[in-house]
């Protein structure tokens, strides 16, 4: 019998498991059990190891609902590794006192590098051109062959101006872009100029990129109406959640010509089967969620999990918690 905290972790962590990792962190401080399978852990085991623990350290993969807390009645802390946590049900969590930490900050520089990698494909039909080179279609140079999108002087529409957001829109700035921004406030400092409205930042920009946040707000906002606003070049760029996009509408938008491309790092499903009818699109580029994976970046996320999920179950206040208002739920609980 131990009187540390028990945490499960479903996922080997990057940095490796020696002192002074994540891992090594965790294991140091905590009744340590790692998830070392190939893939997710399958969500009964998920059920079954979590269930006597205080901590969880998940990933963006685990689904944790009103079900799975019922079953985990000691659970004080959840430290996604990931900044977006729509994988968390945070209401159940705030009602049962569970903390929620997510990982912002270390990751916006990785993640707008790829939002950008692949607005540079989408425009330059980088894809296309390396089948060609692979398939054997690549034939003499020809004037009139893979023309792509200019992207200086290019007008860039940034819908959610957050930490990302903002990353991407200096990233646009550096290539001599005009940016455009949309969000609910106005932002002190953002690198672009707020448009009107986010019909306005559509009507005018040559990329769009999203970077808001999956919420119930911003389930499929990027529909039919929200492509039919773009202009027919314009290229859709999306680095958030695959939640955002009604895809069969994504789709029809490209097959018409309503929109000229679109670059996507997250879809629904993931991993989207090779049979999903969005890869016959035209001028599509899609990666397979990869806006965090870099090893330095990865690293930083899981340290800053490991610092959230210790923070908690040590009583103290996590400095990324989601949900403050769980604490209130824990003080009352001691009256
Ligand atoms: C996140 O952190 O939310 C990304 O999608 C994965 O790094």
Redesign the pocket.
């Known amino acids: 019998m131990t009187d540390r905290p028990r945490v499960y972790v479903t996922r080997t962590l990057p940095g490796g498991d020696g002192p002074g990792t994540p891992l090594g962190r965790l294991r140091e401080a905590t009744d340590l059990e790692v998830w070392a399978g190939e893939g997710p852990v399958p969500a009964a085991e998920l059920r079954a190891r979590a269930a006597g623990c205080d901590g969880l350290l998940p990933m963006?993969t685990e689904r944790i609902d009103l079900p799975f807390l019922a079953g985990c009645p000691h659970l004080r802390a959840i430290a996604?590794?990931?900044?977006?946590?729509d994988n968390i049900d945070i209401g159940a969590c705030t009602a049962r006192g569970v903390l929620v930490t997510?990982?912002?900050g270390v990751?916006t520089d990785?993640?707008a590098d790829l939002a950008f990698t692949l607005l540079l494909a989408a425009a330059r039909r980088i894809t296309e051109g390396e089948r060609a080179v692979r398939d054997g279609t690549w034939g003499p140079w020809d004037p009139n062959w893979l023309l792509g999108k200019p992207v200086a002087g290019a007008t860039l529409g940034i819908v959610g101006p957050g930490r990302i957001g903002a990353a991407v829109a200096r990233r646009g700035g550096g290539f001599d872009m005009r940016v455009l921004y949309h969000g609910r406030h106005a932002v002190a400092d953002f690198p672009g100029e707020r448009a009107a409205s986010l019909e306005a930042l559509l009507a005018q920009s040559d990329y769009v990129s999203m970077h808001v946040p999956l919420t119930p707000e911003t389930a499929l906002m990027c529909d039919a109406a929200f492509f039919a606003r773009m202009r027919p070049h314009a290229i859709f760029v999306n680095?958030?959640?695959g939640g955002v996009v009604d895809q069969p509408a994504l789709l029809a938008a490209l097959r018409g010509g309503v929109i000229g491309g679109a670059a996507l790092?997250?879809t629904t499903p993931e991993p989207l089967p090779p049979s999903d009818p969005l890869l016959t699109a035209p001028n599509i580029v899609i990666s397979p969620?990869l806006?965090?994976?870099t090893l330095e970046?990865?690293t930083q996320?899981a340290h800053l999990a490991v610092d959230g999920l210790l923070a908690a179950l040590a009583g103290q206040r996590p400095a990324h918690l989601v949900n403050p208002e769980a604490i209130d739920t824990v003080i009352e609980a001691r009256r």
């Open positions: 963006l996604n590794m990931a900044v977006g946590y997510n990982t912002p990751l990785a993640t680095t958030t959640r790092d997250v969620h806006g965090s994976a970046t990865r996320m």
